[in-house]
């Protein structure tokens, strides 16, 4: 696997700032962010550099009931191909649910929600991973998420699904350890039992981000900076095997480059720390190796002289650290009663097909989520309504970011008066319909009350509802917009 080194997700508000911090080997981009036919500058200064550049997809829903889409895989291998790089990345989540596959309305997550850790789940993840494979140019990695609630009935932990997931299709898997932190704290897993179990030489590069708690819920915020609690976990990871690139992401409330270059630079000092430990346990291993075993301590201490470089070198591993050894996985003939009681807990038939079985039980989550439906048996009501409020306001500020007049024209009315209408109407269409029949919804109502706010809201919509723009000059609308508001104050 090439060795990436330290990176940072590049994103269009700290551009300027990522292109000129030093010691960045390479930037992640969110693929659905690029458009092929207008690269950012930005980027493209980067490539000009030398500086690999990976796409991050994040709505293909490869854990999803149905076959990956076509033409998503085609814009992705698109993006790859636009950017040269060396591999592409996405989820083990499923982002929509419904639809022909279970005779139900078609629903949008918004968002990337876990799959459970069943067989059926795991066969229907294999064979859509192993259709990307085949449709994209370049090594696939695909990413653990964070979640806020729990399948109920599951059958592997985190770890052995990673790690038959990997010796099934082969695929890569890019770890987050934030997302480790999220689930033991929201789901009281380990993070150094999935470690364990992970099949370690199949990392294909690290994510390292921030969030908060509230609650006694954590929040995989990507806004906040990296707690010690994801360094420590690097830091375990680092002690097991030399991550071929570890990345920070920073998605929202952007700090001044000086924070990022500390971040960087806490990150680094994890990393060093874990490789320390890793070569003085290959030299404990050398020096007293188990019975029918040798060493060789003097490629260990050559390990040790350089493990606190800033940017380790490419070569070979140390020795056995590549090895999830003892790692309990799952096998195909071990399966137990436990998928029919998760099968059970939902209230639903007992289809023949996998999918049409994932498909019924995650639109079932789905629907609770942003449908207001009954939440299925065996969930926590509690974490329900946490992850479906969350959903809500992330879609809120997805909708203020693709139509930016709208918390302009609505001003402090903007955020309740959107996640009210989310509560009862799902998100189906995409982001900018999504707006569009939130700006409808409040005319409907004779809203906002007031007259001044709601007339340039209905100029707002009748302008993009029509089958073409009735004027081409929307940036100016939108300063005026802006003026009159800030006179109304």
């Not at 036919?37 to 030398?50: C, F, K, T, V, Y």
């Not at 097909?353 to 019924?360: M, S, W």
Request: charged share 25%; proline share 8%; glycine share 10%.
């Amino acid at each position: 696997m090439e060795r990436l080194g330290t990176g940072i997700g590049w994103r269009p508000e700290i551009a300027d700032a990522v292109e000129h911090m030093p010691g960045i080997d390479w930037v992640e981009a969110v693929a659905e962010n690029i458009c092929p036919g207008h690269l950012p500058d930005s980027l493209r200064r980067l490539r000009e550099r030398g500086v690999t550049v990976v796409p991050h997809g994040v709505s293909l829903g490869l854990g999803g009931a149905e076959r990956p889409d076509e033409g998503r895989l085609a814009a992705l291998a698109e993006r790859v191909a636009l950017l040269g790089s060396p591999l592409v990345t996405e989820h083990i989540a499923f982002v929509r649910a419904g639809g022909a596959l279970t005779a139900s309305p078609r629903l949008e997550a918004g968002h990337l929600l876990p799959v459970p850790r069943t067989r059926d789940a795991l066969d229907v993840l294999c064979e859509n991973v192993r259709i990307a494979q085949d449709a994209l140019p370049v090594p696939l990695a695909v990413e653990n998420i964070a979640a806020l609630i729990s399948w109920p009935a599951e059958e592997m932990t985190e770890g052995q699904f990673l790690y038959e997931l990997a010796d099934r299709t082969g695929v890569r898997l890019l770890i987050d350890v934030a997302n480790l932190h999220t689930n033991h704290v929201n789901r009281g897993e380990d993070p150094a039992k999935a470690l364990a179990e992970l099949p370690l030489e199949a990392i294909a590069y690290v994510h390292v981000a921030g969030g908060f708690e509230r609650d006694g819920v954590w929040h995989d915020s990507h806004a906040h900076p990296v707690p010690r609690p994801v360094l420590d976990i690097l830091t375990d990871l680092a002690s097991r095997v030399r991550p071929p690139g570890v990345l920070l992401e920073r998605d929202e409330n952007f700090p001044e480059p000086a924070e990022l270059r500390s971040e960087l630079a806490a990150i680094r000092r994890a990393l060093e720390t874990g490789a320390v430990e890793r070569v003085k346990t290959e030299i404990r291993k050398t020096l007293h190796p188990a019975p029918g075993r040798t060493g060789n301590p003097t490629v260990a201490l050559h390990d040790l002289a350089g493990a606190g470089a800033e940017r380790p070198e490419a070569g070979a591993e140390v020795p056995g650290a590549g090895t999830a050894a003892g790692a309990a996985v799952l096998r195909p003939g071990d399966e137990t009663g436990a998928a029919e009681a998760t099968r059970g807990a939902f209230g639903l038939p007992h289809p023949r097909d996998a999918r049409q079985r994932v498909g019924l039980a995650q639109a079932a989550l789905l629907s609770a989520l942003v449908a207001g439906t009954p939440v299925p048996e065996g969930f926590d009501r509690v974490r329900i309504g946490v992850q479906a409020r969350a959903l809500a306001a992330k879609r809120a500020d997805v909708v203020a970011k693709v139509a930016p007049e709208l918390p302009v024209i609505l001003g402090p009315e903007y955020r309740p008066a959107f996640l009210g209408y989310a509560q009862t109407t799902p998100l189906t269409g995409g982001y900018r319909r999504d707006a569009l029949t939130f700006a409808e919804h409040l005319l409907t109502a004779g809203r906002p009350g007031d007259a001044q706010a709601r007339r340039e809201l209905r100029e707002w919509w009748l302008e993009r509802s029509g089958p073409a723009p009735r004027s081409a000059r929307p940036v100016r609308r939108l300063a005026r917009a802006t003026r009159r508001v800030l006179l109304r104050r």
